[in-house]
């Protein structure tokens, strides 16, 4: 009698373990956020065309990376959160339709990823936007951005707002990058790479996991300056030195300023002596290199007459030096001269 009661008890004890344990994971799978990403364009919609690219195509694939990502990190990796996405082939869906189906699913975020395309190949860089701030989407936006940055170095154009539908029409907090410009060559280059592509994925998946979890921000990728400024081989000093239109500092007594973690790209370095109109060079800042910007100044010779005396026929500066040196010479003699007839015996 008493093993059947002690029996019944054991069960007892175990269900309840069970209960609390599906009630457990319940709660989990509740309050999992789900995360839906958002492939831009798409079908007869190519988006952005150049350098023999898609935008569509390009963001398919980036977003899909991302969307694996997600599910991996979800799934194996203990993130609390589920991933959804607007499309995974080449289909077109009407931008309320995205927005739409993210609410339907009671989404806490909404990615949407973009390239960029301008008539001018020159526009280049990332920028990510979300509809208003300071909201929680812009610092999902802002996050976003710098990770970007952080991966693929191009120029920043920082975060924005805009009234794009999938960032109005979204009930969630949402955001919309633009990894790069596929107008422009260089930007292009990565974005026609598989290598940089899945580094946009995880660019995106570490913004999203400082996000929810304050992950610390990433290592800045940067590289240097070092100026140099010399007359005639000299070293100059106290030389005010801009980096395009920032001033940032003055040459060391060996002529030298080092400008330390500047982020990539070209800029305009220029030297400033007193005086003179500012010389200026351009200069390509690379990640972990040091760029040199040297300003190799000479100084050119007075002129001379036909005897090689420096002095000029047109009553020149050189004439008016000499007029002032025998006019203090003469000075000099006439105090020694009245000195000695005022000394003593």
Not at 145 to 150: K, P, R, T
Not at 261 to 287: I, K, W
């Amino acid at each position: 009698m008493r093993r059947r009661f002690a029996g019944a008890l054991v069960m007892r004890f175990v269900a309840l373990l069970l209960a609390f344990f599906a009630m457990s994971v319940s709660n989990q799978r509740a309050q999992a956020q789900a995360i839906v990403v958002d492939p831009g364009h798409g079908g007869e919609d190519p988006g952005g065309s150049g350098n023999g690219m898609d935008e569509k195509d390009i963001v398919l694939d980036t977003s899909l990376r991302f969307f694996e990502l997600l599910r991996e990190s979800g799934a194996q990796g203990g993130r609390n959160w589920t991933a959804e996405i607007t499309r995974d082939t080449d289909v077109f869906i009407p931008l309320a339709n995205r927005a739409s189906y993210a609410n339907s699913l009671g989404a806490d975020r909404f990615l949407s990823i973009h390239a960029n395309a301008f008539a001018d190949p020159q526009a280049n860089g990332t920028e990510t936007f979300s509809a208003g701030e300071p909201t929680t989407s812009s610092e999902m936006r802002d996050l976003v951005q710098e990770e970007m940055i952080a991966e693929w170095g191009l120029t920043d154009r920082g975060g924005k707002t805009a009234n794009f539908t999938v960032l109005t029409a979204t009930s969630m907090p949402a955001s919309l990058s633009e990894l790069g410009f596929v107008t422009n060559p260089g930007d292009a280059a990565l974005l026609a790479s598989d290598n940089a592509r899945q580094r946009a994925a995880q660019a995106h998946l570490r913004a999203l996991e400082r996000h929810f979890e304050g992950v610390p921000e990433p290592e800045p990728q940067v590289g240097a300056i070092l100026v140099q400024v010399s007359l005639n081989t000299e070293p100059l000093q106290g030389i005010q030195i801009h980096l395009d239109d920032t001033d940032v500092g003055l040459t060391d007594e060996n002529g030298s300023l080092l400008l330390e973690d500047v982020a990539p790209g070209t800029y305009v370095v220029r030297a400033t002596l007193a005086g003179n109109n500012p010389f200026e060079l351009s200069t390509t800042v690379r990640e972990g290199e040091t760029a040199r910007a040297t300003f190799e100044l000479e100084q050119e010779p007075e002129p001379t007459d036909a005897a090689g005396c420096g002095c000029s026929s047109q009553g020149g500066k050189p004439m008016q030096s000499l007029v002032l040196l025998l006019g203090a010479l003469l000075l000099v003699l006439r105090r020694k001269a009245k000195l000695a007839r005022t000394q003593p015996f």
